[in-house]
């Protein structure tokens, strides 16, 4: 196949770039503004305090703890897992060109390698348009995802090297094993796809040593994070105690949520398509009459659609609209390319790989699968400079794919730009809002919303109150691990406890710690329901002291602080 007409091929490679950066020092920027007392809250918990997570399903700690040993600050947490995001795509994006050269789909230079990077960090940076990007087990398993297809794809080439061949592949099952301990349902399936696209991709019989030494690559990494674990308590139990604590949450049967997907999938798609449809048809009117005129028609009735439908939001509101567009985009540029990526069985591969890596990550999650892949779309972009470089001869067709995969680029950077500017997930202002440096112990300085800055200050006076000594433990009922961080103190068992049920099945570890002293705070949720609490902590008042209170502005929300009393002197 010959490759796209230079001119072509350097401005879009350019808009890769732009992009990339872009986003970068967006992320930069935005590092040290905000807090999330819920989610990220209990990422960084994981991180601070691995020995006293004692329940989980997700051995996420063992990897953030030594993360988090690197900077110890929140701001630099969070740029650690750019970093992460932005190298793992771009194994991701590097081993898909390599593979697409050898298949004659497309021409490696350092410009293509560049731009195909770049991209790739855009659709993984497309995480931070839902969270900050503190390592956590969405993002590892993503980036564990990201970079053991993309170690594989690199070992398909032909090399003179057996070596480099065999530490590429062990290299492969190394990141596969990391996403596997961070979520275990997309550390399978994004192995599963890993030695399906190398068994195929690869030519023969080394294709099987390889898959050994990835094999070899993954069981190796878990038995040293697992031999590296304290004896106390047993990993087993842990995560069997764990399961059992989040079957709580989500009780819903493997066989149900599966039919889910596969219902709420094809409602979204249906939804998608008939929203788009006049960008569709202009793509079949261009297949039949492929001329300059019908290819701008393309990328113009996309853009109309875009911006009539505001799918360039981004924010917690807006994950379904977002994806409708770049689902379609994605459609889009595979209709455009279909020719000539499905002539040959292995580009038709390497091309269903890619568009399947961000289903791998996203399987197993609660949410609704359509809007779940936002967080591990870095397959797509990659995927869309492959198409975007390689084209049958003919401008119009160049133009065609590459002004439609600068879109889908340009689209992802404004819905992340947009998020910081409206609706954030779990945050009381957006991030543009967020700009009064703060000193919060144990995280740095960050920069926060007023009315953030007052919590601050109550749970401040609470803590004084009470003469709240750092390493208290904490329990906080219900959602709020947040609170923790910001008093210094640590939850005995697990930093994850959303409601009563939890706190029941929590109960007898509980009563069987070591009486320390404990502060609890109790969102309105929990207050008045002193009978869920055990027996040598109650009645409240008899046992705890009163600290003060303090509201919460996002959910809009008084929560009291309450100690253990001083024993007597």
Same mark, same amino acid.
């Given at each position: 196949?010959?490759?796209?007409?230079?001119?072509?091929?350097?401005?879009?490679?350019?808009?890769?770039?732009?992009?990339?950066?872009?986003?970068?020092?967006?992320?930069?920027?935005?590092?040290?503004?905000?807090?999330?007392?819920?989610?990220?809250?209990?990422?960084?918990?994981?991180?601070?305090?691995?020995?006293?997570?004692?329940?989980?399903?997700?051995?996420?700690?063992?990897?953030?703890?030594?993360?988090?040993?690197?900077?110890?600050?929140?701001?630099?947490?969070?740029?650690?897992?750019?970093?992460?995001?932005?190298?793992?795509?771009?194994?991701?994006?590097?081993?898909?060109?390599?593979?697409?050269?050898?298949?004659?789909?497309?021409?490696?230079?350092?410009?293509?390698?560049?731009?195909?990077?770049?991209?790739?960090?855009?659709?993984?940076?497309?995480?931070?348009?839902?969270?900050?990007?503190?390592?956590?087990?969405?993002?590892?398993?993503?980036?564990?995802?990201?970079?053991?297809?993309?170690?594989?794809?690199?070992?398909?080439? $032909?090399?003179?090297?057996?070596?480099?061949?065999?530490? +590429? =592949? @062990? *290299?492969?099952?190394?990141? /596969? !094993?990391? %996403?596997?301990?961070? $979520?275990?349902?997309?550390?399978?399936?994004?192995?599963? +796809? =890993? @030695? *399906?696209?190398?068994?195929? /991709? !690869?030519? %023969?019989?080394?294709?099987?040593?390889?898959?050994?030494?990835?094999?070899?690559?993954?069981?190796?990494?878990?038995?040293?994070?697992?031999?590296?674990?304290?004896?106390?308590?047993?990993?087993?139990?842990?995560?069997?105690?764990?399961?059992?604590?989040?079957?709580?949450?989500?009780?819903?049967?493997?066989?149900?949520?599966?039919?889910?997907?596969?219902?709420?999938?094809?409602?979204?798609?249906?939804?998608?398509?008939?929203?788009?449809?006049?960008?569709?048809?202009?793509?079949?009117?261009?297949?039949?009459?492929?001329?300059?005129?019908?290819?701008?028609?393309?990328?113009?009735?996309?853009?109309?659609?875009?911006?009539?439908?505001?799918?360039?939001?981004?924010?917690?509101?807006?994950?379904?609209?977002?994806?409708?567009?770049?689902?379609?985009?994605?459609?889009?540029?595979?209709?455009?390319?279909?020719?000539?990526?499905?002539?040959?069985?292995?580009?038709?591969?390497?091309?269903?790989?890619?568009?399947?890596?961000?289903?791998?990550?996203?399987?197993?999650?609660?949410?609704?699968?359509?809007?779940?892949?936002?967080?591990?779309?870095?397959?797509?972009?990659?995927?869309?400079?492959?198409?975007?470089?390689?084209?049958?001869?003919?401008?119009?067709?160049?133009?065609?794919?590459?002004?439609?995969?600068?879109?889908?680029?340009?689209?992802?950077?404004?819905?992340?730009?947009?998020?910081?500017?409206?609706?954030?997930?779990?945050?009381?202002?957006?991030?543009?809002?967020?700009?009064?440096?703060?000193?919060?112990?144990?995280?740095?300085?960050?920069?926060?919303?007023?009315?953030?800055?007052?919590?601050?200050?109550?749970?401040?006076?609470?803590?004084?109150?009470?003469?709240?000594?750092?390493?208290?433990?904490?329990?906080?009922?219900?959602?709020?691990?947040?609170?923790?961080?910001?008093?210094?103190?640590?939850?005995?068992?697990?930093?994850?406890?959303?409601?009563?049920?939890?706190?029941?099945?929590?109960?007898?570890?509980?009563?069987?710690?070591?009486?320390?002293?404990?502060?609890?705070?109790?969102?309105?949720?929990?207050?008045?329901?002193?009978?869920?609490?055990?027996?040598?902590?109650?009645?409240?008042?008899?046992?705890?002291?009163?600290?003060?209170?303090?509201?919460?502005?996002?959910?809009?929300?008084?929560?009291?602080?309450?100690?253990?009393?001083?024993?007597?002197?």
């Amino acid at each position: 196949m010959t490759s796209a007409p230079r001119r072509g091929v350097f401005l879009f490679s350019c808009a890769a770039l732009a992009c990339g950066a872009i986003l970068v020092a967006a992320v930069i920027w935005a590092s040290d503004r905000g807090f999330d007392i819920t989610d990220e809250a209990y990422y960084i918990l994981s991180a601070k305090h691995p020995d006293k997570v004692q329940l989980y399903i997700s051995a996420q700690h063992w990897i953030l703890a030594p993360l988090w040993s690197l900077v110890q600050s929140l701001q630099g947490f969070r740029l650690i897992g750019m970093g992460i995001l932005v190298l793992s795509a771009s194994v991701l994006g590097l081993g898909a060109l390599r593979v697409a050269d050898e298949l004659g789909l497309t021409l490696s230079t350092p410009l293509t390698r560049a731009a195909i990077c770049a991209a790739g960090a855009v659709g993984a940076l497309l995480y931070v348009s839902t969270i900050a990007p503190s390592p956590s087990y969405n993002l590892l398993a993503a980036a564990g995802a990201y970079a053991g297809v993309g170690f594989a794809l690199l070992c398909v080439p $032909k090399s003179p090297g057996t070596g480099r061949v065999l530490l +590429l =592949a @062990s *290299l492969a099952g190394a990141a /596969l !094993a990391v %996403g596997f301990l961070n $979520k275990p349902s997309a550390g399978v399936c994004a192995g599963v +796809l =890993a @030695s *399906l696209l190398l068994l195929t /991709l !690869a030519t %023969g019989g080394r294709k099987w040593l390889l898959l050994v030494m990835i094999g070899f690559g993954g069981v190796a990494t878990l038995a040293v994070f697992y031999l590296v674990q304290p004896a106390e308590p047993p990993v087993l139990d842990s995560l069997r105690d764990g399961f059992a604590l989040f079957r709580i949450v989500q009780s819903e049967p493997i066989v149900t949520r599966l039919l889910r997907y596969a219902a709420t999938m094809g409602t979204s798609m249906g939804e998608s398509i008939m929203g788009f449809a006049p960008a569709l048809a202009f793509v079949l009117l261009f297949l039949v009459v492929p001329r300059w005129w019908s290819a701008v028609l393309i990328p113009l009735a996309l853009v109309v659609s875009i911006v009539d439908n505001k799918h360039y939001l981004g924010g917690r509101s807006s994950y379904h609209d977002q994806m409708e567009a770049l689902f379609i985009i994605m459609l889009v540029l595979c209709i455009l390319g279909t020719r000539h990526w499905t002539r040959a069985t292995r580009p038709a591969l390497l091309c269903l790989g890619l568009l399947a890596l961000p289903y791998c990550v996203a399987i197993g999650t609660g949410n609704a699968l359509f809007t779940q892949v936002i967080v591990s779309l870095g397959g797509w972009s990659v995927l869309a400079v492959l198409i975007a470089t390689s084209t049958p001869p003919g401008a119009p067709h160049a133009f065609a794919r590459q002004s439609t995969a600068a879109i889908l680029l340009g689209l992802i950077t404004v819905q992340v730009l947009s998020s910081y500017t409206r609706d954030p997930y779990h945050l009381a202002a957006p991030l543009t809002g967020q700009t009064e440096p703060t000193p919060v112990a144990g995280l740095g300085t960050l920069r926060l919303d007023p009315k953030t800055t007052q919590m601050l200050a109550e749970l401040s006076a609470a803590r004084d109150t009470c003469e709240i000594a750092a390493g208290t433990d904490y329990l906080g009922l219900y959602n709020v691990p947040g609170l923790a961080l910001l008093l210094e103190a640590t939850p005995p068992l697990s930093p994850w406890l959303n409601n009563i049920a939890q706190l029941h099945a929590l109960l007898p570890r509980l009563q069987a710690q070591p009486k320390n002293r404990l502060v609890i705070a109790l969102t309105p949720e929990a207050q008045g329901v002193d009978g869920a609490l055990p027996d040598q902590y109650r009645p409240l008042r008899d046992t705890y002291q009163y600290c003060g209170d303090l509201f919460e502005p996002y959910v809009q929300e008084t929560i009291e602080i309450w100690a253990t009393k001083p024993a007597p002197s």
